[in-house]
């Protein structure tokens, strides 16, 4: 019965292994080139029984440079592959080494490394990419992706800043936002700041419209009712700029056009309620 339970759990998910490389064409290296070397460094991680994890790919947020950084500072292990010197590979080994955390760099055989990266261990591998040679390089790869992370959790590991004395790293705020919750609040933000617009765009169109059918003189009093409402219900002022629309005889669909963010049915029913002069029935149908 144990081995029935046994043989119906889930096998246990690998850790992430992050890659660092070039993903286009540049130079004598075409998009094709690294498409294959990505699939020999994804065996070699598979073989040390993590999981490939490219460092750019990553569901919970859509800012890429974001998801980069976070993925270099937490992932357990990360290979990098620095061949043909590429700028963007080259800024992210940065990053990595300035975290203190355990890289595995590789390099094809034509390609030169700076001096103060090539004191850093390294595995070469050949650049055609050789059927013996690399499978050779993948077996070695592996080994050390496993030995590196024994180091780290021994405390045998020495991070390459840690060679040049004492220094002070940076580390990424740990708090995190699942992509989903990410995009609500953004719009929310969104919402709130385009609603706020709206109601700023519909007390100037009532502002305008009410101040044709009021006295010059009644401007200031106008003003102070709108200040002091936060909505645009019936204000004192909205209710006086009805009343004299309506005794002028404009209809309703026009005092509704006119007050702005009010209904026609809104207007009849708030007349009614003020015992205006009932309209004909030709004028409640405009």
Same mark, same amino acid.
């Given at each position: 019965?144990?081995?029935?339970?046994?043989?119906?759990?889930?096998?246990?998910?690998?850790?992430?292994?992050?890659?660092?490389?070039?993903?286009?064409?540049?130079?004598?290296?075409?998009?094709?080139?690294?498409?294959?070397?990505?699939?020999?460094?994804?065996?070699?991680?598979?073989?040390?029984?993590?999981?490939?994890?490219?460092?750019?790919?990553?569901?919970?947020?859509?800012?890429?440079?974001?998801?980069?950084?976070?993925?270099?500072?937490?992932?357990?292990?990360?290979?990098?592959?620095?061949?043909?010197?590429?700028?963007?590979?080259?800024?992210?080994?940065?990053?990595?080494?300035?975290?203190?955390?355990?890289?595995?760099?590789?390099?094809?055989?034509?390609?030169?490394?700076?001096?103060?990266?090539?004191?850093?261990?390294? %595995?070469?591998?050949?650049?055609? *990419?050789?059927?013996?040679?690399? +499978? #050779?390089?993948?077996?070695?790869?592996? /080994?050390?992706? @496993?030995?590196?992370?024994?180091?780290?959790?021994?405390?045998?590991?020495?991070?390459?800043?840690?060679?040049?004395?004492?220094?002070?790293?940076?580390?990424?705020?740990?708090?995190?936002?699942?992509?989903?919750?990410?995009?609500?609040?953004?719009?929310?933000?969104?919402?709130?700041?385009?609603?706020?617009?709206?109601?700023?765009?519909?007390?100037?169109?009532?502002?305008?419209?009410?101040?044709?059918?009021?006295? %010059?003189?009644?401007?200031?009093? *106008?003003?102070?009712?709108?200040? +002091? #409402?936060?909505?645009?219900?019936?204000? /004192?002022?909205? @209710?006086?700029?009805?009343?004299?629309?309506?005794?002028?005889?404009?209809?309703?669909?026009?005092?509704?056009?006119?007050?702005?963010?009010?209904?026609?049915?809104?207007?009849?029913?708030?007349?009614?309620?003020?015992?205006?002069?009932?309209?004909?029935?030709?004028?409640?149908?405009?």
């Amino acid at each position: 019965m144990a081995d029935a339970d046994d043989s119906t759990q889930k096998p246990k998910k690998a850790a992430p292994c992050g890659i660092v490389m070039p993903i286009a064409g540049f130079g004598e290296y075409d998009a094709q080139h690294w498409l294959e070397v990505r699939g020999i460094l994804e065996r070699a991680i598979s073989k040390a029984e993590y999981h490939p994890a490219p460092v750019w790919e990553r569901s919970e947020t859509d800012i890429i440079q974001g998801r980069i950084v976070r993925n270099l500072y937490e992932y357990e292990v990360v290979v990098c592959d620095i061949s043909g010197l590429n700028p963007n590979v080259m800024f992210e080994l940065g990053l990595r080494l300035a975290f203190k955390k355990p890289v595995v760099i590789t390099v094809d055989d034509e390609t030169k490394i700076p001096f103060d990266t090539n004191v850093i261990e390294h %595995l070469i591998y050949n650049r055609g *990419l050789h059927f013996q040679k690399t +499978e #050779s390089f993948i077996d070695r790869l592996s /080994e050390r992706i @496993t030995n590196v992370v024994q180091m780290s959790k021994n405390g045998s590991y020495v991070a390459y800043i840690d060679a040049l004395g004492a220094f002070s790293t940076f580390e990424p705020n740990p708090q995190k936002v699942e992509f989903d919750q990410f995009v609500l609040d953004k719009l929310e933000q969104i919402s709130a700041n385009v609603s706020r617009l709206r109601r700023d765009q519909d007390e100037s169109r009532w502002m305008m419209n009410a101040l044709k059918h009021q006295p %010059l003189n009644a401007l200031a009093n *106008l003003g102070a009712a709108t200040s +002091e #409402s936060e909505g645009l219900g019936w204000t /004192e002022a909205r @209710t006086k700029a009805l009343v004299n629309m309506w005794n002028e005889g404009m209809t309703t669909s026009q005092i509704a056009e006119n007050l702005g963010n009010v209904s026609r049915n809104a207007v009849i029913g708030k007349a009614h309620r003020l015992g205006l002069k009932p309209r004909p029935n030709s004028e409640l149908g405009d």
